[in-house]
T-cell receptor
Framework: GESVGLHLPTLSVQEGDNSIINCAYS??????FIWYKQESGKGPQFIID?????DKRQGQRVTVLLNKTVKHLSLQIAATQPGDSAVYFC??????????FGSGTRLLVRP | ETGVTQTPRHLVMGMTNKKSLKCEQH?????MYWYKQSAKKPLELMFV???????ENNSVPSRFSPECPNSSHLFLHLHTLQPEDSALYLC???????????????FGEGSRLTVL
């Protein structure tokens, strides 16, 4: 069946360090992937996306890597800041209108 | 401000009540979504409307009834809910182009529902 899962439910990092959040997906038909950030009391917010014809995409302090061979996504956050503390979701889009979300990873940034 | 507004932000209701959640998007998008977010569970897609027609109904119990009167407004009517329906209900919108998957979803802040 279709599923998107995260390897680590909670990640604790020191402020200033880099963070890596991982995600596995199962649907080979998915050709578009998005990372969302959800802060407490708020809805998910778009961070960065990547299409299946790419293996890397960079934003401001964030990089998404896509490995289609092993169906794996990762989100790298450089120089993690306290404001990065949130739950991060990956989502895959196997067909129109359908986003399948992973279970989420909580990122805790230690001062 | 994401351009998607949900009301109420918090709702407490009994199992015999009838209530509605409202969502309004100011982004000119052509698709709107209801998602359910429970503790420790992935975001679950409930309903999708594209151009005011329902295009996805993810095996949601009939006690949840969506309504999309126009492309900017989406409702979720609630009737005889169960305590396990307590969750955060998130509305989202996106611009879907022909022959293309949906783009980025813009989410509202959610309506926190508690069923007693």
């Amino acid at each position: 069946g279709e599923s998107v899962g995260l390897h680590l439910p909670t990640l604790s990092v020191q402020e200033g360090d880099n963070s890596i959040i991982n995600c596995a997906y199962s649907n080979s038909a998915s050709d578009y992937f998005i990372w969302y950030k959800q802060e407490s009391g708020k809805g998910p917010q778009f961070i960065i996306d990547i299409r299946s014809n790419m293996d890397k995409r960079q934003g401001q302090r964030v990089t998404v890597l896509l490995n289609k061979t092993v169906k794996h996504l990762s989100l790298q956050i450089a120089a993690t800041q306290p404001g990065d503390s949130a739950v991060y979701f990956c989502a895959e889009i196997p067909s129109s209108y359908k986003l399948i979300f992973g279970s989420g990873t909580r990122l805790l940034v230690r001062p | 401000e994401t351009g998607v507004t949900q009301t109420p932000r918090h709702l407490v209701m009994g199992m015999t009540n009838k209530k509605s959640l409202k969502c309004e998007q100011h982004l000119g998008h052509n698709a709107m979504y209801w998602y359910k977010q429970s503790a420790k569970k992935p975001l679950e897609l409930m309903f999708v409307y594209s151009l005011e027609e329902r295009v996805e109904n993810n095996s949601v119990p009939s006690r949840f009834s969506p309504e999309c009167p126009n492309s900017s407004h989406l409702f979720l009517h609630l009737h005889t809910l169960q305590p396990e329906d307590s969750a955060l209900y998130l509305c989202a919108s996106s611009q879907v182009r022909e022959s293309a998957n949906t783009g980025e979803l813009f989410f509202g802040e959610g309506s926190r529902l508690t069923v007693l």
